[in-house]
């Protein structure tokens, strides 16, 4: 009689135990509804306040239009960087009109060589992407942290020549300082941010 309670007893522990195991997963299942429903709820309120009310953009978008904007200035500087002379004319064929300079530049030779500075045209298109980049920060600046939008409207004053005058060269490697300091400007394979993707992997 004694070894059949003491059964009963072993049964009725390990039912306990096993009871104990499962309400964890019981409380881990209800509560998995919840969370959807706080995501799907979190999904539509981000896309009613950033896409229909247009009260701003998100972090990505923010951190995005910077990155193009910056794409299209390092574009304008390397296309303007010591450019090679237009190719004469065929022998033959009709005089052609030489295509106006981009850039005000002396003879090359090896004290001057990077000293080139853009024209007023294209210091105008650079004008308008740096007011761009300076649009972006001020408006969403909540995006940014203080050092970074002292250190990005630094970095753009100066390469807008407004700390002095710069050359072609030298605003390249302004450009090349600002996606090599700021996480913002490092992308990744899936397109995200630098900082986005780490912070997301933590």
């Known amino acids: 009689m004694q070894f059949i309670k003491k059964e009963l007893m072993s049964a009725l522990v390990a039912m306990d135990e096993l009871m104990s195991s499962n309400e964890i997963n019981a409380k881990i299942a209800a509560m998995t509804p919840a969370f959807i429903l706080l995501y799907g709820t979190r999904s539509i309120f ?3 306040f950033y896409a229909l009310l247009k009260f ?9 239009s910077f990155r193009h904007t910056i794409l299209d200035i390092e574009r304008l500087l390397t296309m303007r960087d ?9 022998s033959g064929s009709l005089p052609s009109v030489s295509p106006r300079r981009s850039v005000n530049r002396h003879p090359v030779t090896a004290e001057s060589r990077g000293g080139n500075v853009l024209d007023a045209n294209d210091l105008g298109m650079l004008m308008l992407h740096v007011h761009e980049c300076r649009k972006l920060v001020w408006e969403d600046r909540r995006r940014f942290s203080a050092s970074e939008l002292r250190n990005v409207t630094e970095d753009l004053a100066e390469l807008a020549g407004e ?7 030298q605003q390249l490697a302004i450009i090349a300082r600002m996606c090599r300091t700021y996480s913002f400007l490092k992308v990744i394979s899936t397109g995200h941010s630098f900082d986005f993707a780490f912070r997301s992997s933590l």
């Open 163 to 169: 700390r002095g005058p710069v050359s072609v060269q």
């Open 82 to 90: 010591n450019p090679p002379d237009a190719p004469p004319p065929l």
């Open 46 to 48: 981000r896309f009613c």
């Open 56 to 64: 701003g953009k998100s972090r990505e978008e923010t951190f995005q």
